[in-house]
């Protein structure tokens, strides 16, 4: 993610201090600061350790903010502290604190409070999950849609991510929205675009133009894409599942009369195969009538 944000910005020398990364994994950070290297970036700063329990980047009492969060957490991370989120000392539980279950909302809640008050931006790839689990999930969901920090909503096709059976979604949140999307939220059905293969499906360049341009364009698009308004989510009871607000081509209704004889075109066909089977089966002594 790091490197693909490097190279959008296509200025390797406006990164230079200005890339920071944690990952709990010890091989995983490692190979992290390795990749960037290798990859031109300088001054970078890739920490080893657990992000909920034990954020690295700090200035006080305070989360040191960003103007980009990025972020692809453990799916539905179980254990991972939840006690001590209720009472966190930097203040990252703003919606509430999610079960011990389950972090994905820990995980938002943290890149919320790591965001600049003015410019931040957040894309995070969650399980599909985060749309539309109640209980304290949803509560957490109702403030998120409340404080209208939410841009757009992307659900990908199952099996886009290896190692990750369920499908997933990507969230936008951003301090400064365009006028015209204050109290809104793009929904994009992104779960037919992609490009098959044997082994693993996945997005191509050209598909991630085409969920790209729906993003930028910003306008409604049957089968596709909607833009909701905050009213339309409340009416919906706060639920994010993009197949709820999206228009669906309309299916054809073929008539009862028409049903009817296609039916029993059908069975007079089906009975005069049956039929012509015996009388071939008879011929070849396979059966003795």
């Known amino acids: 993610m790091l490197i693909e944000a490097i190279r959008h910005i296509d200025n390797d020398h406006m990164t230079y201090g200005k890339i920071y990364g944690q990952e709990k994994n010890l091989s995983t950070s490692a190979i992290a600061r390795m990749n960037l290297f290798l990859h031109g970036a300088r001054e970078f700063k890739i920490v080893q ?79 599909q999950g985060v749309l539309f689990r109640m209980k304290k999930d949803g509560k957490i969901r109702k403030k998120l849609v409340d404080s209208d920090l939410l841009e ?7 099996g886009i991510f290896y190692g990750a059976g369920v499908s997933a979604c990507i ?73 709820v607000y999206i228009e669906k081509k309309p299916v054809p209704i073929t008539p009862p009369s028409v049903v009817r004889e296609q039916y029993f075109a059908s069975y007079r066909r089906a009975l005069e195969c049956e039929k012509r089977l015996r009388e071939l089966l008879k011929e070849g002594g396979y059966i003795d009538e």
Not at 152 to 158: D, Q
Not at 179 to 208: F, L
Request: charged letters at 25%.
């Open 49 to 127: 350790g657990d992000t909920l329990v034990d954020p690295s980047f700090t200035e006080g009492n305070h989360l040191k903010t960003f103007d980009c969060v990025l972020a692809n957490p453990p799916f539905s991370l179980k254990h991972w502290g939840a006690a001590a989120f209720e009472h966190d000392k930097y203040g990252r539980n703003i919606w509430g604190s999610p079960s011990d279950s389950n972090a994905d909302f820990a995980w938002l809640q943290h890149m919320v409070a790591s965001m600049d008050k003015k410019h931040g931006r957040i894309a995070v790839v969650l399980p």
């Open 152 to 158: 757009a909503v992307i659900t990908l096709k199952g």
């Open 171 to 243: 969230l936008f949140l951003k301090r400064e929205k365009s006028k015209n999307h204050i109290g809104r939220v793009c929904m994009i059905d992104a779960s037919e675009i992609y490009t098959p293969q044997r082994a693993q499906d996945y997005m191509s360049e050209d598909d991630i133009e085409e969920v790209y341009k729906l993003y930028t364009d910003y306008q409604d698009v049957i089968e596709r894409c909607k833009i909701v308004t905050l009213k339309d989510i409340k009416d919906k009871g706060y639920t994010l599942s993009t197949n």
